[in-house]
C-alpha cells in the first residue's frame, strides 16, 4: 500500500514543490536558448495583439514576420500554421496557449521591450519555461498526496527532466506546456476531491481541465476521461465540474465555426498546406495509420519512441494495465484509460512523428498520466534493490537524452532529408537522432547561448 499523507499538504511540501519549480525554470532557460519552430510563430505573437488590439488576428504582424527568415511565408504558406480567412491573418492553432501566455507579455510590453522578432521569441520562452516547471510541481504535488517526499521529488524531477517537457515544451510557446499545465493542475484537483470533496474544488478542476481543451483540442481525450471519473464517483459534484468546461466549449465551438467553418478549427491549413498537401490529408482521414504500426512506431522507434527518449516511463505501461484492472484509488484508473486512448489515438495518426522536433513530442501532456501512474508503483520499483538501480538508471539515461535536446539539438530531422518527406529515417538505428546529436556535441560542444549573442537586425523564426 502506498503511504498516506495528510489531505492538506504541508508548509514543508509546498516549499518543496517551490524550490523544484525554482531549479526546473532556472535549468529551462540556462541554455540561454529559445527555439524557432515555424509551429509556434502564430502563438509567440498572438498574445500582443489579444493585449493591444483585443481581438485574435495577427493582421498587425505582417511586416514584422515579413522581415524575419521568411517566417510569414513558411507559417502561411508551407507550413499553414497562419491562414488567412476572410481578408484577417489568423493562427491554425487554438487560442489557449496565447491566451496564457499574455501575463508575461503584458510585462514585456510594459517594460517596452518588444522591438523586434527575436524578443517575442525570448518573452515566449520565458512563459513556456515558467508553465513547465509549474507543471512539474504540480506533478510532485500530487505524487506527494500518496508518496514519501523523496519518492515523489525523484518521479516529478525526471518528468521535469527526462521528458520532453525540457527538450521541447520549456524551449518555446507550444500549445504542450500551457496545456500540460492545465491537465496536471486539474488531475491535482481531482486527486484532492477523492480527499476532501468540495464543489469549489470540482469547480477548479472543471476550469483548468476546460483550458487544456482550449490550449490544444487533443486533450478533449483525457478530459473527457476526468469528466466520467466525476460522473462515475462525485455525481453530486457534476454540476461544479461542468459549469465552466460548458462555458469555455461553448465559445470555442463558436470561434471554430465562425473562423474556421467547422468545430475541428484550423488544422486542415496544416493538412493542405505546401509542405503537406501531397499526403491528400484531412481533419477525417489524418488518423488512419495501422494501430500495431503506430503503437510500435510511437513507443519504439529509434528517433521518436517514447520508450527510447524517456526510458523510465516503460513501468508506466505496466501500471496502465494494472490499475486499469486494480486500481488502488478511483482516479487511478481513469488516468490509466487517458493513457490507453491517448496512445491509441498517437498511433492512428499518419503523422505520429511530429514534425521536426527532438524526441515524441506528441506525448508531451500524456507524461503527466505516465508519470503518476509511476508512482503508483513506487512499493513494486523498491522492493529490490535491482529494480531501484534500473529505475534510477533509466531516469538519468531519460535526462541525458533530453539534455542533449534543450543543449545540443543537430538539425537532424532535416538532414540529409526532412523526416516529413522521408519518415523511414525515424527507423534507422545507424543514425538516430540522439547518438547524431550526441556526436555533435562532444565534437563542437553545446550550440551556442543565442540570447547572449543576438544582434539587432539578426533574423530568425
Not at 525554470?25 to 510563430?41: A, E, I, K, P, Q
Amino acid at each position: 500500500m502506498l503511504n498516506s499523507t495528510p489531505t492538506s499538504q504541508s508548509v514543508q511540501t509546498r516549499g518543496a514543490a517551490c524550490l523544484l519549480f525554482v531549479i526546473l525554470f532556472c535549468l529551462y532557460n540556462v541554455n540561454f536558448r529559445h527555439g524557432s519552430s515555424v509551429d509556434t510563430v502564430s502563438t509567440t505573437a498572438l498574445p500582443v495583439s489579444i493585449i493591444k488590439e483585443g481581438n485574435f488576428d495577427l493582421d498587425e504582424f505582417r511586416t514584422l514576420l515579413s522581415t524575419n527568415t521568411v517566417a510569414l511565408d513558411a507559417s502561411l504558406i508551407y507550413f499553414g500554421g497562419i491562414q488567412e480567412r476572410n481578408g484577417h491573418l489568423v493562427t491554425s492553432y487554438p487560442l489557449g496557449s496565447a491566451i496564457l501566455a499574455v501575463p508575461f507579455f503584458w510585462v514585456a510590453e510594459r517594460m517596452n521591450y518588444l522591438r523586434e522578432w527575436h524578443h517575442y521569441r525570448v518573452v515566449g520562452k520565458i512563459s513556456a519555461s515558467f508553465m513547465v516547471a509549474l507543471s512539474a510541481a504540480f506533478v510532485f504535488l500530487t505524487l506527494r498526496l500518496n508518496l514519501p517526499e523523496k519518492a515523489a521529488w525523484l518521479i516529478a524531477l525526471f518528468f521535469g527532466l527526462g521528458t520532453s517537457a525540457w527538450s521541447i515544451s520549456s524551449q518555446e510557446l507550444w500549445q504542450h506546456g500551457p496545456g500540460t499545465l492545465c491537465l496536471v493542475a486539474g488531475v491535482y484537483s481531482l486527486t484532492l476531491i477523492t480527499k476532501v470533496a468540495t464543489q469549489r474544488l470540482a469547480f477548479i478542476a472543471g476550469l483548468l481541465l476546460g483550458l487544456a481543451v482550449l490550449c490544444r483540442l487533443l486533450n478533449a481525450v483525457p478530459v473527457a476521461v476526468m469528466s466520467c471519473f466525476i460522473l462515475f464517483h462525485h455525481r453530486k459534484y457534476a454540476v461544479a465540474f461542468f459549469a465552466p468546461l460548458v462555458a469555455i466549449a461553448i465559445p470555442l465551438a463558436l470561434y471554430n465555426i465562425t473562423t474556421y467553418g467547422h468545430l475541428s478549427g484550423g488544422y486542415d491549413a496544416i493538412y493542405q498546406s505546401k509542405w503537406h498537401a501531397w499526403r491528400g490529408l484531412t481533419s477525417r482521414n489524418a488518423y488512419t495509420n495501422p494501430l500495431l504500426k503506430g503503437l510500435a512506431d510511437i513507443l519504439l522507434s529509434p528517433s521518436r519512441g517514447l520508450f527510447i527518449y524517456s526510458p523510465f516511463l516503460v513501468p508506466a505501461y505496466i501500471a496502465t494495465i494494472l490499475f486499469l484492472i486494480r486500481p488502488q484509488y478511483p482516479l487511478q484508473r481513469y488516468l490509466a484509460l487517458w493513457v490507453i486512448l491517448i496512445s491509441i489515438v498517437l498511433a492512428k495518426n499518419v503523422l505520429w512523428w511530429g514534425g521536426a522536433t527532438f524526441g515524441p513530442r506528441y506525448f508531451s501532456e500524456t507524461c503527466v498520466a505516465l508519470t503518476i501512474l509511476t508512482g503508483g508503483l513506487w512499493p513494486l520499483l523498491t522492493r529490490r534493490k535491482l529494480y531501484y538501480a534500473a529505475f534510477i538508471t533509466s531516469g538519468l539515461v531519460g535526462i541525458l537524452i533530453n539534455g542533449i535536446g534543450a543543449y545540443a539539438p543537430c538539425g537532424w530531422a532535416d538532414e540529409p532529408v526532412s523526416v516529413d518527406f522521408s519518415p523511414e529515417r525515424l527507423w534507422d538505428w545507424r543514425d538516430p537522432e540522439i547518438l547524431r546529436c550526441l556526436k555533435v556535441a562532444v565534437h563542437n560542444g553545446p550550440k551556442p547561448p543565442e540570447i547572449l549573442l543576438y544582434k539587432s537586425g539578426d533574423t530568425d523564426f
